[in-house]
Each structure stands twice: as structure tokens, then as C-alpha cells.
């Protein structure tokens, strides 16, 4: 899943990721990057990545948010 929001010279790119290795999942996890228009380029200005806890699924479930 990718969700992206833009306005002006500003976006951002918000999703999940999942690294496979031999047909398995691996890592799972969410990102979000912040572009910015320079030039009449999109330059990625902020980046930012963490692996999902094993309990993430688990706190979502009651209503919780765990992140």
C-alpha cells in the first residue's frame, strides 16, 4: 500500500514494505518521505523506516495504536 499527498512544491509518500528472501517474508515494515520541488525536480528531503514489532498486528486489533 502507497498513499501520496501533494500540495505545491511539497509531497509526501507514505506505505508499507515487506522484504522477501526465498518466498518468505522477512522484514516487514512502514516508511514515509517528504519530497520537495527544486528546480523544477522532486528531491527527497525526509526519509524515515522502522520494522513493524512482532505485537503491532495485535494492538491494532483492540484499537490501539502501537506506532
Do not use: P, Q
Amino acid at each position: 500500500m502507497v498513499d501520496v499527498f501533494a500540495d505545491g512544491d511539497l509531497a509526501v509518500e507514505a506505505g508499507h514494505t515487506t522484504i522477501t528472501k526465498g518466498g518468505k517474508s522477512e522484514v516487514v515494515g512502514k516508511y514515509v518521505s517528504v519530497f520537495e520541488k527544486r528546480n523544477g525536480e522532486w528531491v527527497c528531503i525526509r526519509d524515515s523506516y522502522n520494522n513493524n514489532s512482532e505485537d503491532d498486528d495485535e494492538g491494532e486489533e483492540d484499537g490501539e495504536d502501537n506506532n
